[in-house]
């Protein structure tokens, strides 16, 4: 009984040296980010909103609960020159309507906009 105990372990252990033993490496799935217009007011975090130490431009759009169809406010940073950008003269002394397309992501653990070359619409 002992031998035919040991003769299947040593088959089975002899059977797994037999398995190949590299893998086919995948590649990681990314994920493509796709670009998006979101509409809202457009003002400087810092002049406006008090939530900034410099001169940075955001968005702020409202978004609704699909469960339970609340709206809340939430604002996106937007990922840009600041102070620098050509629009942020008409950002930094008020709120103006207007769109960002570009694609989303976190920034800070904060949402934020990256913008597409003249991503950036002010309504005039």
Known sequence: MKKAVFALMFALAG???????????QEPKTK????????????CAKCELKTADKCTNVIEIERKNKKTGE????????????????YHSKLCTGRVKGSVTGTMSKKDDKPSIKPAKDGVKIDD
């Open 15 to 25: 059977g797994t040296m037999l398995v190949p033993t590299t893998s086919v490496a």
């Open 32 to 43: 493509e980010k796709k670009e998006v217009t979101v509409k809202g007011e457009l003002c």
């Open 71 to 86: 709206t809340r406010k939430v604002v996106l940073l937007i990922e840009d020159e600041g102070a620098k950008a050509p």
